[in-house]
């Protein structure tokens, strides 16, 4: 996920992207350790998408609150 795409989304969209990225994150932790899964450098891209995601809501939340002051 690139940082375009992320700017694009709403602060709701946000939210339910992280929710949903680590339900994937946890789904493929637990493939990995049942079986080696095909390419286990996706966990790492996950995790990256997943902070990403989390920067931007905590921008946005700084953001409102300077403006609220």
């Known amino acids: 996920m690139k940082n375009s795409e992320i700017l694009g989304l709403s602060t709701e969209e ?11 994150l946890n789904k493929l932790k637990f493939a990995h350790a049942v079986s080696a899964i095909e390419n286990p450098s996706r966990i790492t891209k996950v995790r990256k998408d997943i902070a990403r995601l989390n920067t931007e809501l905590t921008k946005r939340k700084a953001a409102s609150a300077s403006e609220q002051k």
Do not use: S
Request: net charge neutral; charged share 35%.
């Open 14 to 24: 946000l939210t339910a992207r992280i929710n949903e990225e680590k339900n994937n």
